[in-house]
């Protein structure tokens, strides 16, 4: 077993360990589960909580790669099904020697963001919950290259998810299209490119709080906001832990390698030109 993983699975035991003896379930919630899907469930009338998500990208096509992306949250619900996320994001690259981008060392405010979700089946009444999801985005750098950019970007999602044991094991899977317009500040040009996806997670309840289990995302990125010409293609997996540390306060670790990829017109079995070889995501969200 590679030593990271080694590392991962250790950490994810020591952290189980830990859960306070109080901590009860109540069912499960599928709403921040997962670390680079979604679930089906929005939350409960009235309630808020403040999240903290940080995204490390590592490993391009040669040099040296890492972008950090923190994310701090706001979330409501100010109405049954239907929940809104007030976003504000910071990113950190440092980048050395990799083919077509320049070198960086820069830590910068990136933007901000606004994410709304709306519940149209709930799995507890239906054969499966169903939530749409769209985010929208303003950034002022660049999240691969780190450069100064005018960007505009939307994310649209389709959730599904389904008990396969009940309280026990939860599977979910989601389709994903992202359309971004991009400007180069001190440039006239607008660039414009799109992914699009489906991904599946497999979650399964160890004891009351913990839950462990692994997500597979393929992605295919493509020139023009329209799905136009096909850039490149990757297949992510990884495994995923989820903690509830208490009543008020959860934590989600995710890790995502590319397992397999293709840049368009290239014969290479991995795709690190339009995607990183390493992903990993901590999410740390709490009540109030």
């Known amino acids: 077993m590679p030593t990271r993983a080694k590392t991962f699975q250790a950490a994810v035991v020591s952290l189980a360990a830990l859960l306070p003896a109080c901590v009860h379930a109540e069912g499960i919630d599928t709403e921040h589960l997962f670390g680079f899907m979604i679930g089906a ?7 808020r909580e403040f999240q903290s998500e940080t995204t490390g990208r590592f490993g391009k096509n040669g040099g040296s790669y890492r972008a950090v992306g923190q994310e701090f949250e706001l979330e409501f619900v100010p109405v049954q099904n239907f929940r ?3 976003g504000s994001t910071f990113a950190s690259h440092l980048i050395s ?28 009444t239906a054969p499966f919950g169903l939530t749409f999801a769209t985010e929208a985005h303003a950034h002022r750098v660049d999240e691969t290259t780190a450069e100064a950019v005018r960007s505009f970007g939307t994310e649209f999602r389709l959730a599904f998810d389904r008990e396969i044991v009940p309280d026990r094991v939860i599977a979910a899977f989601n389709l994903i299209y992202e359309p971004e317009w991009t400007r180069l500040v001190g440039s006239g040009l607008m660039e414009r490119e799109s992914t699009a996806g489906a991904a599946l997670g497999v979650m399964a309840q160890l004891r009351p709080g913990f839950l462990l289990g692994g997500e597979a995302r393929y992605l295919r990125k493509y020139e023009g906001t329209g799905l136009e010409e096909l850039a490149g293609q990757a297949l ?16 989600t670790a995710s890790w995502s390698v590319q397992a397999w990829g293709r840049p368009a017109g290239a014969a290479a079995g991995l795709d690190l030109v339009n995607f990183e070889r390493h992903q990993a995501r901590l999410v740390f969200g709490v009540n109030f």
């Open 84 to 86: 809104i996320e007030i």
């Open 41 to 47: 469930d929005v939350g409960n009338v009235g309630e």
């Open 236 to 251: 992510f997996v990884g495994p995923t832990a989820y903690l509830q540390l208490s009543k008020r306060s959860r934590l």
């Open 97 to 124: 020697g990799v083919p077509g981008l320049d070198d960086q060392r820069r830590l910068a405010w990136q933007g901000g963001s606004v994410d709304f979700r709306y519940r149209f089946l709930d799995r507890e």
